[in-house]
């Protein structure tokens, strides 16, 4: 007899709960339970961090939030380091500094309210603390397994939307940007740095959809402009049930990298902050993606680098990725 996945789940989820706390279950054959139970745990590992509820959610969802996860220390010590790179008083090697699209062409808008998105500050030793947090490694772990590489870093700071729409992030799944498999042992931890609500652009997920495939990613025809490289999947089911993720200071939320998300306009006048790092499982490897829906994003940016270091050698997107990625934990087995 076929079992629903989700019943599936139900039935493995009870069979490891070892502490004995009751985890309702419309299943219960023994028989069943032995032979279910290795593929249908597919998105977590057993690490005794996350209890099975936890667990049960991230593979039905795709995402899950730990609230108050990182101390009010740490984050205002992020935010000093941010303001800093602003102001120009520290210059990190490859740090990639980006002005909201609305604004990018005017001379009158000057640190910090320039800036709407710090990428790959993993040379910079203070913001880098935040990806060897032993707090969040924790539960990164129960994605990726014990090699952990970070993979990619950003501090965002949405800016208040000037009334084109251009802070908002359309809808996209960050596989779009990784030339690395497989999708399951990726995970982002993504922190906010101050209250994050509807009112200043949270984030947005589509529960679920990290069970689905990697969809077509192009810039979305908004009027106002859009961002570099902020592709959007433009035919998602625009029916299919959205939460919004709203969130304290420290709050941390981990998600599959097929997850269908994006965040929405900030309509107040404070820039939203939140720092993230992709990582992965140094067991991962390379693929090509020639040919794929991802050949877009890998000349854009193949032309990036091109700009950045001069036409005479050639990047390619997986060396891009190569050059970028720090070991945060056990052994650099493959990526
Ligand atoms: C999972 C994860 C990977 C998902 C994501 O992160 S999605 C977003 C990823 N975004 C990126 O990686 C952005 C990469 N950033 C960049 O490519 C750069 O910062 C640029 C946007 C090209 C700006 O380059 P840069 O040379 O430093 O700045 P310049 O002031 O000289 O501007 C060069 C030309 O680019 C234009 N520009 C600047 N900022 C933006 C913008 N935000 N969106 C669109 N166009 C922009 C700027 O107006 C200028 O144009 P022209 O004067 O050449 O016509
Ligand atoms: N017209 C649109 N086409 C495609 N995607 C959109 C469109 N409008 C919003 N989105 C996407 O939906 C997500 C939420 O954006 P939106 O600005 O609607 O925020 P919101 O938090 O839902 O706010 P609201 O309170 O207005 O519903 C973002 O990823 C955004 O890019
Ligand atoms: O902080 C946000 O607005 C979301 C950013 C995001 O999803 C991304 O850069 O991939
Ligand atoms: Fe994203
Ligand atoms: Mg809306």
């Given at each position: 007899m076929a079992l629903r996945a989700a019943d599936r789940l139900k039935v493995v989820l009870n069979h490891l709960d070892r502490s004995g706390v009751a985890v309702r279950t419309s299943f219960t054959s023994a028989q069943n339970l032995s032979h279910h139970h290795p593929e249908a745990l597919q998105y977590t590992f057993d690490t005794d961090v996350l209890s099975p509820e936890q667990r049960l959610a991230y593979e039905e969802n795709g995402f899950i939030l730990i609230k108050n996860l990182v101390s009010e220390e740490d984050i205002n010590r992020f935010r000093k380091e941010f303001e800093c790179i602003c102001k120009g008083d520290v210059k990190i090697p490859g740090l990639l500094v980006m002005r909201d699209v609305s604004i990018a062409k005017s001379e009158f808008v000057q640190g910090e309210k320039a800036v709407t998105k710090l990428q790959d500050f993993q040379e910079d030793p203070e913001l880098f603390r935040y990806c060897t947090l032993p707090q969040i490694l924790r539960?990164?772990?129960?994605?990726?397994?014990?090699?952990?590489?970070?993979?990619?870093?950003?501090?965002?700071?949405k800016p208040p939307d000037t009334g084109r729409k251009t802070s908002r992030h359309p809808m996209h799944q960050d596989l779009h940007y990784f030339p690395f498999r497989p999708a399951d042992r990726i995970v982002c931890a993504w922190t906010a740095m101050e209250e994050v609500s509807r009112k200043n652009g949270c984030l947005v997920v589509l529960p679920g959809t990290h069970k689905g495939t990697l969809?077509?990613?192009?810039?979305p025809e908004w009027e106002g402009g859009v961002n570099k490289m902020y592709h959007g999947i433009q035919n998602y089911n625009h029916s299919h049930p959205r939460v919004h993720l709203e969130m304290g200071k420290g709050d941390t939320v981990f998600f599959h990298p097929l997850l269908i998300h994006g965040s929405g306009m900030n309509r107040?006048?404070?820039?939203?902050?939140?720092?993230?790092?992709?990582?992965?499982?140094?067991?991962?490897?390379?693929?090509?993606?020639?040919?794929?829906?991802?050949?877009?994003?890998?000349?854009?940016?193949?032309e990036l680098a091109r700009k950045r270091i001069g036409s005479d050698i050639t990047i390619s997107f997986q060396d891009s990725w190569a050059l970028r990625g720090r070991l945060v934990q056990g052994d650099r087995t493959s990526l």
């Open positions: 539960y990164v772990g129960c994605f990726t397994g014990p090699n952990i590489m970070a993979m990619h870093t950003m501090l965002i700071n969809q077509e990613h192009n810039y107040t006048q404070g820039f939203r902050k939140a720092i993230s790092c992709h990582y992965a499982s140094a067991d991962c490897h390379y693929v090509d993606v020639k040919g794929t829906t991802q050949e877009n994003i890998s000349k854009e940016v193949e």
